[in-house]
């Protein structure tokens, strides 16, 4: 009966989205009178808004299901158990095919819902395309919930208890991890909308861009988050001491966060000179669809397995979806082509513009060595007729020199200026940065450090790190000066007066400082396996570690857990006692090795036991790492994180531009 | 009364009025980042790709893996994994893989030297290795072990566990050997 109720709301939620379409269609296409089209809209605005509610009545629903344990539907017999706790009970909304696409669809509609709240009345003549643009999408997600994956599908007979989540997935990084690509994909939907309707409609001005600025920046936030949190589940949960492995699921979030960044990097020169309206339309395109492109990587299954293709249900809708919008939205771009044209052009090498321009290269660089790596076996098949795959390696020689060159522009960027600089004006400005960055890396390569590849990246991440630290030193110290503030005072005030700037720079910080730290953790990680027998010692760097013994005991639910107890000494003194350990999920046979640390600024010092003898007097066979700098990754993401609340966060300035801008055009519209 | 001769004292003006001759100077230097993007994909290219192969295709045309470096996909056959602590720093991982669980008589051997046991390596789990074919073995790179990860939403069959009605198999754990073996219902 309740299952009856979230599908039927999952219908009505459908048959709206078929309105709102049609509706929008009509819209653009139709010629009503004015009051017609403004009955029209009101009731298009609504429509949209009303699928929220609806889609989260059916999530409401599966969760209630999830928590009576109701192994009559398909999907809670699939990811719940009677015993599993009830904070996982709620999680498993996610934690498969079905249901995770209906929550995808929540997050849709509540973004869908706040934006047709928050902008209707700044653009009431654009809205009802952006509305019938972000119900195509929805309508899209509905159709694979209801057509495909439907959640509420039910199981007859009833089974006594479930499969339960998966353990891999029961970790609080796993947990959120999900939540937060999709908040990220779906918050990326709106510019893309704002983007089609302006044109679709021919309503051709930047002041889209102003609107959906925040849209943007909450979206790449999210997937930003997303990825770490996907990364710090890898190091924590997967045992393999790594982060990142260039996996096509991990490069179907990576692509739309690299088109994103681009965007966001570029409508800066939109905004300040009116110039790459087409090359923004295009990036604003290229996230969405490599964002639906990503989300048909990973849940058709057509890369890590292409015979699978014509079996899944799901990969051949996401291809004619996909197909469908680009035509679309590349259609639409190729019509208005010559209506986006600016009429500025870029006027040096030496300027602002053609520092982002470039910096836009680069990033779709990586991105293309990205979608062509993912992508490797279909094309190798298509010119070979062998299906071929491409190894780690092969993103690290592609990739790292474009990094190299995106970190040199991150540090130089902020030196030039509108229209031009001059030669000898940048040339001061970067002298003691390079000079600095270069005697730094002399010193690193006196003291031992050999590796080519991480010498330049060392250099170009200080050159660019003092660069973006004097940003903000001489702007706080011109404070201190004139006004006497102290400094944190006068940091505050700079960085409050200009958050969009000072923000960027934090992002910019956060990323130097994954830089350091993918160059410690992946050129200098160290690892040994060993087996040691009971008060036996090994060592790897300045560590030593000795085996004390193995305890085993019942954890909770079904757990039998089984934990070494290892002591670590750094440079002969104990520091920490380590319990790395096996949990088994003895219900369903699944084992989890989970791996015990002592973590420093510096380095990871990161145990596994991947092997217990028992019968042999106690052996335990341990994997090592030793990952210096690792720790960095995970502070620069805070910044970064930190650096986009303080870019988005709202300015009483710009409220008031935008409510002129409206007021304005209300007044023009009227007259 | 004020002097209202508009003389442009601007110097953006002049930078804005020089020629149009720039375009030519962007095209080439894009030009150039496009053609340095294609070579450090090819030079990437270079040693880094392996022929992706299933079991039964190996077996249609095994001259082709040959002194190459392959990625091999199959589904893990449960009773044959076995993993062997030779002594203090060697170990030595073996399993056999095949295409469909229920006809098992294709298969190949994968061998994992130094490797941990991934907690992903179980019965009919799908198995992704990188290494190279020697003597009918395929022996495993380092680190070139992968187990399908959850996130890719595998479809569970009702085979692989659980108490589904219609009748599946599911693990037992005997405590006494602390051992996890599969039960058919």
């Not at chain 1, 988050?225 to 991990?250: F, H, K, Q, S």
């Not at chain 1, 290892?566 to 440079?571: A, E, I, L």
Request: net charge neutral; proline share 4%.
């Amino acid at each position: 009966m309740l299952a009856d109720l979230g599908y039927a709301a999952l219908v009505i939620s459908f048959v709206t989205a078929i309105y709102a379409v049609v509706t929008s269609t009509y819209l653009l296409l139709g010629q009503p009178s004015p009051k017609a089209r403004q009955m029209w809209a009101n009731s298009l605005r609504n429509s949209t808004r009303i699928i929220f509610p609806l889609v989260f009545l059916s999530c409401a629903i599966i969760v209630v299901s999830l928590l009576r344990s109701d192994f009559s539907l398909d999907y809670v017999w699939r990811v719940s158990s009677i015993e599993m706790p009830t904070y996982l009970k709620i999680t498993a909304l996610w934690g498969g095919q079905a249901g995770s696409l209906l929550f995808w669809n929540l997050l849709l509609a509540a973004f869908i819902a706040a934006a047709m709240s928050r902008d209707w009345r700044d653009r009431p003549e654009l809205m009802p395309y952006v509305a019938g643009t972000l119900a195509i999408t929805q309508l899209f997600f509905l159709y694979i919930s209801l057509g495909v994956e439907n959640p509420f599908a039910r199981l007859d007979p009833v089974p006594l208890d479930g499969n339960g989540l998966n353990p891999l997935l029961r970790h609080p990084g796993m947990i959120i991890h999900p939540p937060m690509l999709y908040l990220g994909f779906t918050g990326l939907v709106i510019p893309f909308s704002f983007a089609l309707a302006v044109l679709l409609s021919g309503q051709i001005d930047d002041s889209w861009l102003r609107l959906t600025r925040r849209w943007t920046l909450v979206g790449w936030l999210f997937l930003t988050v997303g990825l770490i949190l996907g990364g710090r589940w890898a190091y924590d949960v997967l045992g393999w001491g790594g982060y990142w492995a260039w996996d096509p699921v991990e490069n179907a979030s990576f692509m739309p966060w690299l088109a994103a960044t681009a965007f966001l990097h570029s409508v800066i020169i939109q905004e300040k000179r009116g110039m790459f309206r087409q090359w923004n339309m295009f990036l604003i395109i290229l996230t969405y669809l490599l964002m639906i492109y990503g989300t048909f990587i990973v849940r058709s299954g057509v890369i890590s397995s292409v015979h699978a293709f014509a079996q899944s249900g799901i990969g051949p809708r996401f291809f004619i979806f996909l197909t469908l919008m680009s035509i679309i939205s590349f259609g639409a771009l190729f019509y208005r082509w010559n209506d986006l044209a600016s009429a500025n052009q870029l006027n040096s090498f030496f300027s602002r513009e053609a520092a982002f321009l470039t910096n836009n290269f680069v990033i779709l660089g990586i991105l293309f060595v990205t979608f062509f790596g993912t992508n490797y076996p279909i094309i190798s098949e298509l010119i070979t007729g062998e299906q071929a795959t491409v190894a780690q390696p092969f993103y690290e020689r592609a990739t790292g020199p474009l990094f190299a060159i995106l970190i040199f522009l991150m540090g130089i960027a902020p030196l030039t200026m509108y229209y031009k600089t001059s030669i000898q004006r940048l040339g001061r400005a970067i002298a003691w940065p390079l000079l600095s960055a270069t005697i730094i890396t002399i010193v690193l390569f006196g003291a031992g450090m050999r590796q080519w590849a991480a010498l330049i990246g060392v250099w170009v991440t200080t050159f660019s790190l003092i660069i973006t630290l004097a940003e903000f030193w001489v702007a706080s110290r011109a404070r201190m000066r004139t006004k006497g503030e102290s400094f944190f005072t006068a940091l505050n005030t700079t960085i409050s007066r200009n958050r969009r700037r000072y923000g960027g720079y934090a992002i910019h910080l956060g990323v130097l400082l994954i830089a350091f730290g993918v160059i410690g953790s992946r050129i200098y990680q160290e690892t040994t396996q060993i087996r040691l027998f009971e008060g036996e010692s090994t060592s790897l760097g300045r560590y030593e570690m000795t085996f004390k013994g193995v305890e085993r005991y019942a954890g909770p639910d079904d757990l039998l857990i089984t934990e070494a107890t290892v002591d670590v000494f750094d440079r002969g003194e104990l520091v920490k006692t380590i319990y790395p350990r096996t949990e088994l999920y003895t219900r369903t046979g699944q084992p989890m090795t989970i791996p015990d640390l002592r973590t420093t600024i510096s380095e990871d010092f990161y145990v596994l036991m991947v092997y217990w003898e028992e019968t042999t007097a106690n052996a335990a066979t341990f994997r090592i790492y030793l990952n210096p700098l690792i720790n960095w990754v995970w502070f620069g993401s805070i910044l970064m994180t930190i650096g986009t609340f303080i870019a988005g966060w709202p300015d009483p300035r710009e409220s008031r531009v935008v409510a002129a801008t409206a007021t304005r055009r209300r007044v023009t519209v009227t007259a | 009364m004020a002097d209202v001769s508009w003389t442009n004292t601007n110097p953006k003006a002049d930078i804005l009025a020089q020629p149009q001759t720039n375009r030519l100077k962007f095209a080439i230097a894009g030009i150039f980042l496009f053609v340095a993007i294609g070579a450090l994909l090819v030079n990437a290219l270079q040693g880094t790709t392996q022929l992706f192969t299933t079991v039964g295709e190996y077996y249609a045309a095994p001259e082709k893996a040959v002194g190459r470096d392959m990625r091999i996909s199959g589904y893990v056959l449960g009773d044959s994994i076995s993993y062997t602590q030779i002594d203090a720093t060697s170990s030595r991982l073996e399993f056999d893989i095949v295409d469909d669980v229920n006809y098992p008589d294709q298969r190949i051997r994968i061998i994992a030297l130094n490797e941990p046991k991934p907690d992903l390596l179980q019965h009919q789990a799908q198995a992704i290795v990188e290494g190279r074919m020697e003597d009918g073995q395929f022996f495993a790179n380092e680190g070139g072990l992968f187990l399908k990860c959850p996130t890719r939403y595998e479809e569970l069959s009702t085979e692989t566990g659980g108490t589904h009605p219609d009748g599946a198999t599911k693990g037992a754990y005997d405590a006494e050997t602390h051992q996890y073996t599969e039960v058919t219902d």
